[in-house]
C-alpha cells in the first residue's frame, strides 16, 4: 500500500484552500436594475485597489442608490485608463467610452469590450484576466444576439442585451516579466494557494507516488 498522493488529498481541501483573507471581494457588474435597462446611472471612481492573488487592478466605483438614500459600492475590474475621480456609466443609454458599461446590441463592430456576461444579469463571467479583452464581431439586431471574439480566439454568439465593460483589462503584460528566482514564483502563488513548487512524480519514492522509485 502507497501513501494517498498530492493530487488526491487536494481535494480535501484543508492546507489546500485558497488564502483569502486580504482579498477585497469578487468585482462583478452592478446587479441589473430599472436605471441599467432603460436608462444609465452615473458613478465615480473612488479608488484603485490591488486584490492579492488577482493579476488585475480593482476599481472601487461608487453610485448613488436609486431607491434609498445612500451610497453603494461596487468593485469592477479596472480596465485600462481608467483613473480615480473619473465618471463611470452604466446603462442601454450610456455614451461609448473607457470603463463605461454597455449592452452588447448598443456598440459598434469592433469594439474592445471585457468582462462579458453570458447571460444578461449574471454580472460578467468571460475575459476577465489581467489584458484579456473580447472583440464585437457583428451585431444583429434581428436576431438579437451578438458574435463576439474570446480571448481564447473562440466565437460565440450572445444575447444583445448581456452587458460588457468598454475597454480591456488593466494590468496587461504581466507574463512577460522574467521570474527569475525561484522566490518570486514562491510569493506569487502563496497569494493563490499552495500549487507550489511542483515536485515530478518519478523525483519521488515509490511510496509516494506510482511514478516513484527505479
Known sequence: ??????????????????????????PKLRAM?????????????????????RGAPVARVQFRDPYRFKMRNERFLAVEGVFTGQAIYAGKKAHMAIGNILPLGQLPEGT????VEVQPGDRGKLGRASGAYSVIISPHSETGRTRIRL????????????????????????????????????????????????????????????????
Not at 8 to 24: E, V
Not at 41 to 46: E, F, T
Not at 192 to 198: A, D, E, N, S, V
Request: hydrophobic share 35%; aromatic share 6%; charged share 25%.
Open 112 to 115: 474592445v469590450v471585457c468582462n
Open 151 to 214: 480571448p481564447s480566439g473562440a466565437k460565440k454568439a450572445l444575447h444583445s442585451t448581456a452587458r460588457a465593460t468598454v475597454g480591456l483589462v488593466a494590468g496587461g503584460g504581466r507574463c512577460e516579466k522574467p521570474v527569475l528566482k525561484a522566490g518570486n514564483s514562491y510569493h506569487k502563488y502563496k497569494a493563490k494557494r499552495k500549487c507550489w513548487p511542483i515536485v515530478r512524480g518519478v523525483a519521488m519514492n515509490p511510496v509516494e507516488h506510482p511514478h516513484g522509485g527505479g
Open 33 to 53: 436594475d430599472f436605471a441599467e435597462r432603460h436608462g444609465f446611472i452615473k458613478g465615480v471612481v473612488r479608488e484603485i485597489l490591488h486584490d492579492p492573488g
Open 1 to 26: 500500500m502507497g501513501k494517498i498522493i498530492r493530487t488526491q488529498r487536494k481535494g480535501a481541501g484543508s492546507i489546500f484552500t485558497a488564502n483569502t483573507h486580504h482579498r477585497k471581494g469578487a
